[in-house]
């Protein structure tokens, strides 16, 4: 059963773990049985068997064997169990990053002339490719305020050709109208990209949701074990054959290494979301209370920004949110992420461990600076990316963390 067929038969926990285990991709010719994983399956060339099986070619789909840059058994299976997480999409394109994911989707769909109009709370990287790549083709890019909807209304003119989505913002953890915002889109012709890396295929289904494609690094949730690096864009045809093409043109290509730990991360991720979604949620209203915080962002925590937004369209969480004291300065603040023990300093998130980086989201952006009107206390804040561990030891390292900023 194909991944597409998944997604309209199985539930989501039950999807992890039936995705991409096809029978052909799990047995040895002329063998009874098989195993319960894909095999890695690494291979530049492929063999044909003859002359005339060469000259007839292969069509240009997963599950055909062609040439090692159109990947193997073992990338067609992770591929296919993403597009049976995700109702609605025909397709899945690997990408090594997720970058490289939001880079080649977007170079796939703008052309010369068109414009792309980008929320405000995006990613770094996905701001930068617009700004300034996109530019050296001939393509504008303008940012809009995610959370008025009525705004991009306005802006939307005949150049547009695609919306770039992202909720909640990575930084700020603002939540934005997704279906209001992509009817607009549609209503105009104008393709929504969404990046949904923080609540996935599985706390958010995109496509249900009015996203023509839905993107996501899978270096987060899906690896969950901060050992590898991808991406991947999925769409309904004919979008999905548009961005295959351009990847191809761009010689996009995974590893079955790479792949194969990914199918494995893959499995788990359902039940880790659950935990590190709970422990945020834990954690979040517990650092509410605390006399050195003056905002929580997180949109899981009742009465937070995009409570509301998160409630009525997300289907889960992740361990990923903000927090802002109401008093600091660099220093303290820098002494307490030092002073961490549980919590590593470094990009990313989504792994089994927890991680702290300082956010001055404030900075990055053209519109309002932060969600809703909160109380943003000294404005310096910290991301804390929610792992697997006890969420009592991590609160215990936090206090550790306050006691350090002595002020
Ligand atoms: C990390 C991240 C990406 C990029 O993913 P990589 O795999 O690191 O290239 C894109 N979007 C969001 C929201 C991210 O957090």
């Not at 995705?19 to 044909?48: E, I, M």
């Not at 709370?121 to 050296?136: D, H, K």
């Not at 992740?318 to 470094?346: E, M, N, P, V």
């Amino acid at each position: 059963m194909s991944g597409k067929d998944h997604a309209s038969k199985y539930g989501p926990a039950t999807r992890l773990v039936e995705a991409g285990r096809r029978k052909q991709w799990t047995s040895a010719p002329g063998q009874k049985g098989g195993v319960v994983n894909p095999p890695v399956w690494r291979g530049s060339t492929h063999l044909y068997e003859d002359t005339a099986d060469l000259a007839k070619g292969r069509p240009n789909a997963d599950g055909h064997f062609y040439y090692g840059r159109r990947g193997g058994p073992t990338q067609w299976a992770l591929a296919d169990a993403l597009t049976g997480l995700e109702p609605g999409a025909d397709g899945t394109e690997l990408f090594p990053s997720g970058v490289a994911a939001i880079a080649c989707t977007l170079m796939a769909i703008l052309q010369p002339g068109d414009e792309l109009l980008f929320s405000d709370n995006s990613y770094e990287p996905t701001r930068g490719i617009a700004l300034g790549m996109l530019e050296r083709f001939g393509i504008t890019a303008r940012a809009f305020d995610p959370l008025d909807p009525k705004a991009l209304a306005a802006m939307i003119s005949d150049q547009t050709k695609a919306i770039m989505l992202e909720s909640p913002g990575s930084l700020t953890m603002e939540v934005c109208d997704i279906p209001a915002l992509t009817d607009i889109a549609r209503d105009r012709g104008v393709i929504s990209i969404v990046d949904n890396t923080w609540a996935s295929a599985l706390g958010f289904p995109a496509l249900e949701r009015g996203c023509d494609i839905s993107i996501m690094s899978l270096t987060k949730h899906v690896g969950g074990h901060s050992d590898l690096m991808m991406g991947c864009a999925s769409a309904a045809a004919p979008l999905i054959d548009r961005i295959r093409q351009h990847s191809q043109y761009m010689g996009q290509v995974v590893s079955p290494d790479d792949a194969a730990l990914a199918l494995r991360g893959l499995r788990t991720m359902g039940i880790r979301l659950e935990r590190t979604t709970a422990s945020a949620i834990t954690i979040a209203s517990w650092l509410e209370a605390r006399p050195e915080v003056s905002a929580v962002l997180c949109p899981m925590l009742p009465g937070a920004p995009g409570f509301g937004l998160w409630e009525r369209d997300f289907t889960g969480g992740c361990g990923l949110f903000s927090f802002i004291f109401r008093d600091a300065d660099k220093q303290s603040r820098a002494r307490f992420i030092d002073a961490l023990d549980l919590f590593g300093i470094g990009y990313s998130w989504g792994g089994y461990e927890s991680l702290a980086i300082p956010v001055d989201p404030g900075r990055v952006r053209d519109f309002r600076a932060w969600p809703g009107s909160i109380d943003t206390g000294c404005g310096l804040g910290v991301r804390l990316a929610i792992g697997l561990e006890d969420a009592d030891d991590l609160m215990n390292d936090l206090i550790r963390g306050f006691a350090a900023m002595e002020i």
